[in-house]
Structure formats: C-alpha cells, structure tokens
C-alpha cells in the first residue's frame, strides 16, 4: 500500500477523533452550563485528567519514530561526507517539523495546568494555535510547487487550518463564546476527514482523475495531468468535493448540537426541577411563607454545577 495512504489516513484519523472529542464535550458543557458557559482549551476524562494531552504528545511521537527510523534503514537522514540534509530526506523533516509542534503544545498544556498559573488557559491556546500555524507553514511551503488536483486539495487544507488558527486566537479573549469553540472542533473534525478523504482520492490508482495519472515525485507517487484541461477538471472536482462536504460536515455538527441539547439539556431540567421542589418543601416545613420566592438562586446555582461534575 502506498506510504502516502497510509499517512494521511492515519493523520487525518487523529485530527477526527481530537475534533469530534472536543465537539461532544464543548456542546455537553453548553448544554450544562447555558448562561455561565466557559470553553476549556481541553478535556479531562474520568480515567485520566490528561489521556487527551498524553493524545496529543503519543501519536506524534509515533509519527515522529516513522518518519526518522524507517526511512534511515533505507536511506541516510543526513549526508554520511559532509552531515547536510539531502534533497530526498527533507519531506521527512518537514513532517517531524509538523508533528513535534504537536508534541510541545501536549508537553507544555500539562506543565502549565499543574502550575496552575492564572494565564494557562490563554498561554494553553496560543501553543495549539502555534501548532496549527507551524503546520499551515509547512504545509502552504511544501505544496508551492504542486499543480492539479494535489495543489487544490493542499489549498483547501490550508483553508481549514487558517480558521482554527483564528479561533484559537478568538478564544484567547473570548473564552465564553460557544460559537467560537464550536466553529474550532468542527473545523477540525473538517480537517481530519478531508485527509482521509485526501489520501484515498490522491492513492488509489481506481481514483484518479480522468485525464491524470501517476507519476514518481519527491514524495513518492504523485498525480499528475496531461494538459490544462484535464487540469482544470481536477481541480474543479476538487472544489465540488470540498463544497459538498462543507455542507455534509455542518449538517453532521447542527444535527450532534441538537442531540446532545435534548440529551443533557433533559438532565439539567430535571434536576432543577427536584432542586426546586426540595427548596419550596423546606421552605414550606420552615417558615411557612411563599416559597416560590424564597429559592436562594446561589445555592441553587451551587447545586447544580456540583451535580453537573458528578455525571
């Protein structure tokens, strides 16, 4: 199986599982927390308080063995006469480039939570913001010469990434905005899918466009057109892709927001409920007044987000 495959896949796998991780949680925390909604820049789980930053920090150190150890087995990472990089080796550098930035934003997310320092959640943003612009970077370098369908599908990508980027930089001062939070995880959710989506259409030989073919570049196996027609038509088909799956995409994250709303949204209400009847039999048991305007709205509030923690 084509290397590339492989790799986008598998990219674009990690990508998925992050942003859907992040859409559930942030569109749960929203269906809590209505009116005191605050986006968190990750999730702890029951398990472990930080398996999703260990996430974050393990897939690129995998990646990271991939690209500097197999490939030395076949050909030396650097040139054994003078140390230099050769040509061939540089795509492998790049993609160490790109997943070690991953690495650091896990690496220091948990430094800084255990310092519990009043600016992590700012600082927390902008090391996933940095990662995102150090693969925008790479990726818009390393795609500058490519033509036809993989040019466009890497120009779409750097689409993608630019609005995370923005996000991230949003979220920074407007942290209890859940428009913000949501338009992130959905866009990465886009991202991961677009490279799977990616490498299948660009690897398999059944896929390619009529009109192109393959050809080895400085990647391995890349897709290639005969004339400016067939060009043009790839690439058109590119757009129509990207455009269909902006509109599969967004109905896929309405669709999950009104699910979980009515999920959790019937757990909040019926705990209000039982909060409430318990307030206006205490009251009633104890001063004998109207006890519907004698819930203490903080301690109501404090009940609440207690019980939240708990589900």
């Known amino acids: 199986m084509e290397i590339n495959l492989v790799g986008h896949v598998l990219t674009g796998l990690c990508f998925l599982a992050i942003g859907l991780w992040h859409l559930f949680n ?13 986006a968190q820049p990750w999730f702890p789980t029951s398990k472990s308080r930080y398996l999703e930053l260990f996430f974050s920090m393990g897939i690129p150190s995998l990646t990271i063995m991939k690209e500097l150890i197999i ?4 050909q030396p990472l650097l040139d054994p006469h003078d140390g230099t990089i050769p040509f061939q080796s540089l795509v492998i550098f790049e993609h160490f480039s790109f997943f070690f930035a991953y690495f650091v934003y896990g690496a ?14 700012g600082l927390t943003l902008f090391l996933n913001a940095l990662a995102y612009l150090q693969g925008l ?13 993989l040019g466009q599908y890497h120009l779409l990508l750097q689409l993608l990434i630019l609005v995370v ?23 990465i959710v886009f991202i991961g899918v677009w490279f799977i989506f990616m490498g299948v259409m660009l690897w398999t030989p059944a896929l390619v466009p009529k009109g192109c073919f393959w050809r080895k570049g400085k990647t391995g196996q890349e897709v ?12 058109s088909l590119v757009n129509l892709q990207f455009s269909w799956f902006t509109i599969g995409i967004t109905i896929l994250g309405i669709a999950l927001y009104l699910a979980l709303v009515k999920v959790y949204g019937k757990k909040v209400h019926g705990y209000l409920s039982v909060v409430k009847e318990e307030e206006m039999n205490e009251g009633s048991d104890n001063d004998n007044i109207d006890v519907t305007l004698g819930i203490d709205d903080s301690a109501l509030k404090q009940r609440w987000f207690c019980a ?4």
């Not at 970077?137 to 369908?149: A, M, N, R, T």
């Not at 979220?171 to 866009?187: A, M």
């Open 308 to 311: 939240i923690t708990t589900l």
């Open 71 to 74: 490939p030395s087995s076949t």
């Open 224 to 235: 290639k057109c005969s004339g400016e027609e067939a060009i043009q038509r790839a690439t």
């Open 108 to 121: 220091f997310a948990i430094l800084l939570d255990l310092s519990r320092s009043k600016a992590r959640y």
């Open 26 to 38: 942030h569109i749960k925390l929203h269906a809590f927390h209505p009116e005191s909604y605050t």
């Open 137 to 149: 970077f790479l990726v818009h370098f390393h795609s500058i010469d490519h033509k036809g369908p």
């Open 165 to 187: 980027i923005a996000t991230f930089i949003l979220g920074i001062s407007l942290s209890k905005s859940f428009l913000v939070s949501f338009v992130r995880s959905l866009t």
